[in-house]
T-cell receptor, first 114, second 113 residues
Framework: NAGVTQTPKFQVLKTGQSMTLQCAQD?????MYWYRQDPGMGLRLIYY???????DKGEVPNGYNVSRLNKREFSLRLESAAPSQTSVYFC?????????????FGPGTRLTVL | AQSVTQLGSHVSVSEGALVLLRCNYSSSVPPYLFWYVQYPNQGLQLLLK??????LVKGINGFEAEFKKSETSFHLTKPSAHMSDAAEYFCAVTTGPGNQFYFGTGTSLTVIP
């Protein structure tokens, strides 16, 4: 049982390049989330998918797109990377039907945009 | 809408001393409250959570937290700090299925030998 996995672990991009961050979970969770973590700002929600086939914007969606590929996988795409997107990105998942269930987090992707 | 405030972005304690990390929340409906810990270069892992019932909640590694509705607080404590407790701690709130988790800005705990 791997839990939540993320690839890649590290990435360096140049301004304007694109990339996709991959996330997968093997816990049969319905809901999945993408956060970014910046110093002094905690975790901010970028996008989430409450269930397969649905996605919604979070607090900071600009510059990102997401795809809920199937129940297991939720990807985050940067179409044209900017230095302001330098951050640590975390994927999380949760069992939707249990309201007080916690979110489970992946190990993170450390992205630097030059 | 919900929100979380963590007072003190950095807290230092001596090894063996009491750890107290503060969390206040804002919610118009009964909340579910969580404390997560993040060790360097790792993801977040759950320390403990409050759902309903007993207001004093015990978690892993000797941590506990008390839900105080009148004070809208959910402070995290540990009687005796250990060097391995050095990490970043996040408080979070949600109000149920389909609702987002709202995280505080985190408190970095340093344990001084």
């Amino acid at each position: 049982n791997a839990g939540v996995t993320q690839t890649p672990k590290f990435q360096v991009l140049k301004t304007g390049q694109s990339m996709t961050l991959q996330c997968a979970q093997d816990m049969n969770h319905n809901s999945m989330y993408w956060y970014r973590q910046d110093p002094g700002m905690g975790l901010r929600l970028i996008y989430y998918s409450a269930s397969e086939g649905t996605t919604d914007k979070g607090e900071v969606p600009n510059g990102y797109n997401v795809s809920r590929l199937n129940k297991r996988e939720f990807s985050l795409r940067l179409e044209s990377a900017a230095p302001s997107q330098t951050s640590v990105y975390f994927c999380a998942s949760k069992m939707r039907e249990i309201p007080y269930n916690e979110q489970f987090f992946g190990p993170g992707t450390r992205l630097t945009v030059l | 809408a919900q929100s979380v405030t963590q007072l003190g972005s950095h807290v230092s304690v001596s090894e063996g001393a009491l750890v107290l990390l503060r969390c206040n929340y804002s919610s118009s409906v009964p909340p579910y409250l969580f404390w997560y810990v993040q060790y360097p270069n790792q993801g977040l892992q759950l320390l403990l959570k409050y759902t309903t019932g007993a207001t004093l909640v015990k978690g892993i590694n000797g941590f506990e937290a008390e839900f105080k509705k009148s004070e809208t607080s959910f402070h995290l404590t540990k009687p005796s700090a250990h060097m391995s407790d050095a990490a970043e701690y996040f408080c979070a709130v949600t109000t149920g299925p389909g609702n987002q988790f709202y995280f505080g800005t985190g408190t970095s705990l340093t344990v001084i030998p």
